[in-house]
């Protein structure tokens, strides 16, 4: 080339330091994409269990906890806490 050989070094380096630069920025759009996607799926999941949960007509909303009669303690079921079996 026409460059002396502390030039050309110079040259190359700085076409290296430039090409990883590129790289590392392409690598961050990808993950930033994948984490977007996965924020958006699970937001959508939890939309739907929120939904699903609000539909059921059995069971009660305590504020913002849902409680399914079938997890609520009977009365006429009560058990001796003190007791291991």
């Given at each position: 080339?026409?460059?002396?050989?502390?030039?050309?070094?110079?040259?190359?380096?700085?076409?290296?330091?430039l090409?990883?630069?590129?790289?590392?920025?392409?690598?961050?759009?990808?993950?930033w994409?994948?984490?977007?996607?996965?924020?958006?799926?699970?937001?959508?999941e939890?939309?739907?269990?929120?939904?699903?949960?609000?539909?059921?007509?059995e069971?009660t909303?305590?504020?913002?906890?849902?409680?399914?009669?079938?997890?609520?303690?009977?009365?006429?079921?009560?058990?001796?806490?003190?007791?291991?079996?």
């Amino acid at each position: 080339m026409l460059l002396s050989p502390a030039k050309q070094r110079r040259v190359n380096q700085a076409l290296q330091e430039l090409l990883q630069g590129l790289r590392r920025r392409a690598q961050g759009a990808k993950q930033w994409r994948h984490r977007k996607q996965a924020e958006k799926s699970a937001a959508e999941e939890a939309a739907a269990v929120i939904r699903r949960a609000k539909n059921k007509p059995e069971g009660t909303w305590d504020g913002n906890v849902y409680r399914p009669k079938n997890f609520q303690e009977r009365p006429d079921n009560k058990k001796d806490k003190g007791h291991l079996h």
